[in-house]
């Protein structure tokens, strides 16, 4: 009997020290992990659900941006430059400057009211 009651104690003792270590170790790794929240999410996923493949949605739709999107090659950026000089030249040479004459002062005779 004497070996029994020592056998709980100590296991016991063992027990309450293994869970008093594992809740500090537990609640410093997951302060912030919501397992509720998650454990929900994955039951309202099914048990056995399937991936639509390795990429996300967000890369996916990247890509296809990417492809409708046409990229400027340095010719075409050099050919373009070349255009918008040629655009301002002519313009230069076609606006003539304005040039305003000033307006002369109204007759002496006239007296504002």
Known sequence: MELYI???????????????????????????????????????GGWHKRESGHQRAEDLMLEIEKARTPTITARTYEQKRKELRELSAIETRVIRPVVLTPIPPPPADIVPS
Do not use: I, P, Q, Y
């Open 6 to 44: 020592r056998f709980m104690v100590t296991l016991a003792c063992g027990l309450l020290g293994m869970g008093m270590v594992l809740k500090v170790l537990l609640d410093g790794l997951f302060h912030e992990w919501d397992a509720v929240a998650d454990l929900s999410e994955f039951a309202r």
